[in-house]
């Protein structure tokens, strides 16, 4: 070694050493939560239990709820540890919102898990599960699932799990359907209409009896989009006929009440095989973002009746949004299936009460704003998807607290159902042995969207931009680091979930 050698030794081992610090290690504990206690306790007059509302704490220990005390049990039990207050604030289990797009990887220009995850967080979602679809390549088989977990890793703020998709390429292909199960998707996801993106092409009935059969092993569930094409007139045959494209109502005849009937009652062939004793029984059928509140829910009502294993949701967009409410040339509104009007969204709330619509989730649906067509506002060519994942929670309560809703039903349709569909058996409720996933939120405070930071990618396209909305959030922890509170906490220490396979 020559002199020069020697001198430049001491200032190659620096640089070797920045780069393990800053490249190799993996966050600092304090960089994930801007709470730097792993044990402490969260006190509040209305803490939202399975049990009901209690005034009292919750006791968090290594990211886990351990303890919950009532007011007057506490005899000076939380005492010398550390107390985060959040008085009359609201503290509920974190929404867990199992229909979301991040379009991540290929597509994340559209919105991407960095955004997308602190918009979450930002509204008090711990825990989403990201669809199949509109990131590039769809997650249909085990080789693009572990492109997706890939692109997650380090990138999200909040838990994020994932929907497997169900294609014609794969339905007949059981043990490709199983690798892609057991490398961790929570479910599958499948289309009876086509879903707008080429590689995720449409299933029929007999795809998804395959599906369910590889499902009912699993015991996972398989979510469908429930709209069939019907001879109702498509965009493509209206163009140039005297219907203004710019008027929402030219799009919302496109795609009738019909269209989502005709759907249920074909699924309705194969739910019957989830029976106990039938030959799908384990596999679960879910009814993806419900609009008709008239026949197709009666249709789904039956199934349940004849004890098929079939849930629904609904989305916050058909709950605050009216078809008379949409101007003309404004698609922020545009979404498949569509919003319909006044009359069936306040049958939509009247199902949801009286709990023949089980949960409720976001469907974020996401583009760059150039295909939202802002200048033409041509309905019937613009990207269909409304972007709304940092509103989830208070877009649902600014409609709900008007109709009596309590805070107990909140968490049951926006946590508790949430996570048993996805199989998320340690998620959706503040209660002993759960990972201590948790809103704090004021829910008599008013702000205006336009007025806080809005942590999506392009807040320009979201259906609730220039809206006054009720509730805030205060703070977001996920497995009790508190990652939202004014700011995100500096490291994305978010968890890609997956499912396990027990035998
Ligand atoms: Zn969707």
New binding site residues.
Partial sequence: MNLLQWKLLPLLTLLASVFLVFYLKDPSENECSLLPHKHFWITSKRIVTPQGVISGAVEINGGRIVSIVKEEERHGKIMGNHVVDYADAVVMPGLVDV?V?LDDPGRSEWEGFPSGTKAAAAGGVTTLVD?PLNNFPSTTSEETLKLKIKAAEGRIYVDVGFWGGLVPENAFNASALENLLKAGALGLKSFMCPSGINDFPMTNITHIKEGLSVLAKYKRPLLV?SEIEQSSPSPVQREGSQDDPRSYSTYLTTRPPSWEEAAVRELLKVTNNTRPGGPAEGAHIHV??LSDSGSTLELIKEAKRSGDSVSVETCTHYLAFSEEDIKDGDTRFKCAPPIRDKANKEKLWDALMEGHIDMLSS?H?PTVPDLKLPDSGDFLKAWGGISSLQFDLSATWSHAKKRGVTMEQLALWWSERPAKLAGLELKGAIAIGKHADIVAWAPDEEYDVNDIPVYLKHPSISAYMGMKLSGKVLATFVRGQLVYEEKHAPAACGTPILATVTD
């Fill in positions: 229909h797009h669809m989009h993806a973002h469907d649906s």
